[in-house]
């Protein structure tokens, strides 16, 4: 080939397991929505920098250390971290791999995330527990966009791998994993109903 491919970004997404998802994603959506009722510190701190959502981030954000449900949801997430480590062919030999942040993330009509990474961790994620028809994916810009510089734009018939931004559709039961560096957001939902996700970082020594 006259032109080859270094320096790949890799985005993992994967259904978290083969069956049962349903059911545990019920019980799971509950138990985030309980998880807002009860955090009135996360309220008032999405009032302010989450408009018309709720998020746990700065206030339960560690919620495998406190809660049975996210400890299990963790472990199964862990393996798919390792996975994806492993495609990026990161040495952790003799290192281990941990959860530092676990929080939830509820998004009703009108609520939107901005742009922004994960400092501090060298993989993060979402998991996907309520998606509705029409919900925002996730969408991730390309890391060497201002860099560019005199570069024209692309095409519209662009290869996937050539855009400068790409979305992720949300999937209920799906994890998506991507390196910490790397700049994503979330449009505003335009459905009626809920997006509700938990997000996630993680680390190693």
Known sequence: MPARAWFPTLIYHEPLLSTGLQK??????????????FDSAGRRWSAKNYPGGYTSYASLNQLHKFSSTFAGLERKITAHVRR???LLDMDLRGRSVH????????????????????PLSFISGTYYV??????????????R???FMAAPPKTAEARSANRPHITYPAKAGHVILFESW????????????????????????
């Open 99 to 118: 959860m530092t942040d676990f929080w939830v993330n509820i998004m009703p009509e009108h609520a939107a995330h901005s742009l922004h990474l994960h």
């Open 182 to 205: 790397l700049r994503h957001e979330v449009a505003a939902n335009r459905t009626t109903a809920e997006r509700i996700s938990v997000s996630f970082n993680y680390n190693w020594h």
């Open 145 to 147: 966009l201002s860099k």
């Open 130 to 143: 309520v998606t509705p028809r029409g919900c925002p994916g996730l969408k991730f810009e390309d890391p």
């Open 84 to 86: 994806y480590a492993a």
């Open 24 to 37: 545990f994603n019920a019980a799971l959506a509950d138990e985030c929505r309980n998880l807002r009722d």
